[in-house]
């Protein structure tokens, strides 16, 4: 898993902009603190697996769209 956290930091060094404020909101009754994706069924029905890691991702998805 990968904290969203790490997730908007990466993206904010990618841009080298933005200042995010974690924990400037309270956390609301029932929000969920851990959320993550399981590829596990991509990659046992389609024989799937991830070609880029998270932080060259990040920079393509970027670039692609100032490319636009």
């Known amino acids: ?3 969203i956290k790490k997730v908007v930091n990466t993206i904010v060094d990618t841009l080298q902009s933005g200042q995010p404020q974690f924990g400037k909101l309270k ?14 069924k991509a ?3 389609l024989n799937w ?3 880029v890691d998270l932080e ?5 998805t970027i670039e692609s769209i100032k490319s636009k």
Request: hydrophobic content about 25%.
């Open 43 to 45: 990659k046992n029905l």
């Open 56 to 60: 060259t991702g990040i920079r393509k």
């Open 27 to 40: 956390y609301r009754e029932g929000e969920n603190m851990m959320l993550y994706g399981d590829i596990s």
């Open 49 to 51: 697996k991830p070609r």
């Open 1 to 3: 898993p990968v904290s």
